[in-house]
């Protein structure tokens, strides 16, 4: 009895989508920095207000085919929430309501008229419509109930936000549900706006970061000044590529920019890890042999992760990090390692073998630069050349580390790389000297000859951090000999 309405819905709903196929749409978007966004060529622009506080925050924004299969559902309206997709340009610039003002009433025969020739007919067929989506949801409903949840379907911002939900949860629902980009935007809102934050935690180039409270849970928000707001849109845009969450990048939960009248606040929400940072950590303690491969294992496989392009509908590009230092790992409690920040970070499009934004020469922090950034020799049209940069800096980081085993009660104090070789804020043209024309690397001390472990750190460290790129190892290359090492029993001697 539905078929015919519902074919001639889909009908009118192909017929939009085909309409918009060939070119992408601008859309009104609060987050972006000329509050415009251009969605892909099958995107919608997106209209959203929820109830917060008993005040009606706004979001617009560009949506991808991705968010619009898995992530959004395009149309709702409830008491607390109301959102809407469409496919013209700029069309998301109206501003939506919870509870719409009444339209003042203008007296007038022709209005009268309109009413009755075009809304009334017009309403009866969206009553009509929507009575054929009722019977056909009731069904889908009583489905769902008999099957239980099925993994593909998109979840419900509110069940998502029912008071009893840990982060764990979130995270959870987050990786099994949806496009496997992040939690729907209203929902990473609500989140940071119910966040009390405690104490400053650090500082960085961009801002400070806060440790603060969900639900009674520790977050680390990441506070970005206006200035500031392309790093902040690119970092959360990086961290919600699809398929990119994994036990060793650090796990992102929010993005939210509260406008308070005077000044924009710009934040980004991630699991808070209390050792800080693997330099923090490397400061304050020594690892055993064990600990040095837990967390070489860890730091290798989370750039092993972000390096690999997964191909498929659910994959993802390859990334380059482009900022990888000991002070943009996170340790966390249970010893490994997360890798953090990744605002520098570039895509790899494979289809069409470019990046995903045009590449300035020399980013990152000078001392970790490798030595192609350095003398501008890096071919910046290849992805490859940018991920060879990051496997010297990881070899760095794998330096800073072995000098913190502790081998038989011996160990070394924390170093920087260079340290001994450059002044503590060098420039590009002290490494330059020290990197390209002398081609000195950090010293491996010949101890480390005596302990399996410590010998095997060193060789790695030595094949990262090769002048000829193309010679150094793959991510995948040192995540594989750091586990073997891991396999070995007695790694202790
Ligand atoms: N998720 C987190 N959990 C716990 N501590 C964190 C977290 N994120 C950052 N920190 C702490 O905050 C400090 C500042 O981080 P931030 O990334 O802003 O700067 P940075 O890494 O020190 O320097 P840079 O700006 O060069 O990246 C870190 O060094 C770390 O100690
Ligand atoms: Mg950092």
Redesign the pocket.
């Given at each position: 009895m539905t078929c015919p309405r519902k074919q001639s819905f889909h009908a009118a709903l192909i017929f939009l989508f085909v309409a918009q196929l060939t070119a992408g749409l601008k859309c009104v978007c609060h987050l972006c920095a000329n509050h415009t966004c251009e969605t892909s060529a099958d995107g919608a622009c997106w209209n959203s207000v929820m109830l917060i506080d008993g005040k009606e925050e706004t979001v617009k924004s560009c949506l991808s085919p991705s968010e619009m299969k898995g992530q959004v559902f395009c149309y709702s309206s409830r008491n607390v929430s109301k959102r809407n997709c469409c496919f013209t340009d700029f069309c998301n610039n109206e501003t939506l309501h919870i509870h719409p003002e009444r339209p003042l009433e203008e007296p007038g025969w022709s209005r009268l008229q309109l009413t009755v020739v075009i809304v009334v007919p017009s309403c009866l067929l969206c009553v009509g419509i929507l009575l054929g989506v009722f019977v056909v949801q009731g069904h889908h409903c009583a489905y769902s109930r008999a099957h239980k949840q099925d993994p593909e379907e998109p979840l419900d911002d509110q069940m998502l936000m029912s008071p009893d939900k840990s982060l764990k949860d979130l995270i959870y629902d987050m990786s099994t549900s949806g496009s496997g980009s992040g939690l729907p935007l209203l929902v990473q809102r609500t989140i940071a706006r119910t966040i009390v934050l405690q104490e400053i935690?650090?500082?960085?180039?961009?801002g400070e970061?806060w440790r603060g409270k969900w639900r009674g849970e520790d977050v680390?928000v990441?506070i970005f000044s206006t200035r500031d707001e392309r790093s902040w849109f690119r970092e959360a845009e990086i961290y919600q590529t699809i398929m990119l969450r994994h036990e060793n990048i650090?796990g992102f939960i929010a993005a939210d920019n509260k406008d308070n009248g005077s000044w924009t606040q710009l934040w980004l929400v991630?699991?808070?890890?209390e050792h800080?940072?693997l330099?923090?950590y490397l400061n304050r303690y020594t690892v055993s042999t064990e600990g040095m491969i837990i967390l070489a294992l860890s730091i290798a496989s989370g750039l092993a992760h972000l390096h690999m392009e997964i191909i498929g509908t659910q994959g993802k590009p390859a990334i380059a990090h482009r900022?990888l230092k000991s002070?943009?790992v996170?340790v966390k409690k249970n010893g490994t390692a997360v890798i953090?920040?990744l605002g520098l970070a570039v895509k790899h499009d494979s289809n069409t073998n470019t990046i995903d934004i045009p590449s300035n020469h020399r980013v990152g922090?000078k001392r970790y630069m490798a030595p192609e950034i350095l003398d501008e020799s890096i071919n910046m049209n290849s992805f490859e050349s940018f991920k060879r940069a990051d496997i010297y800096s990881l070899g760095l980081v794998f330096w800073e580390l072995a000098r913190r085993c502790s081998v038989r009660g011996l160990h070394e104090d924390f170093q920087l790389p260079y340290y001994d070789l450059v002044p503590s804020d060098p420039s590009v043209e002290d490494m330059r000297k020290v990197v390209c024309d002398q081609k000195l690397r950090p010293n491996i001390p010949n101890q480390w000859q005596s302990c399996e472990a410590m010998r095997v750190m060193g060789k790695l460290m030595r094949e990262c951090w090769y002048t000829n790129s193309a010679a150094r190892l793959t991510a995948l290359r040192v995540k594989k000999t750091v586990s073997h090492l891991s396999a070995i029993k007695d790694v202790k001697e």
């Open positions: 935690i650090g500082k960085g180039r961009y970061v680390a990441k650090l991630s699991e808070y890890h800080g940072s330099y923090d900022d002070k943009n996170l953090a920040d922090t």
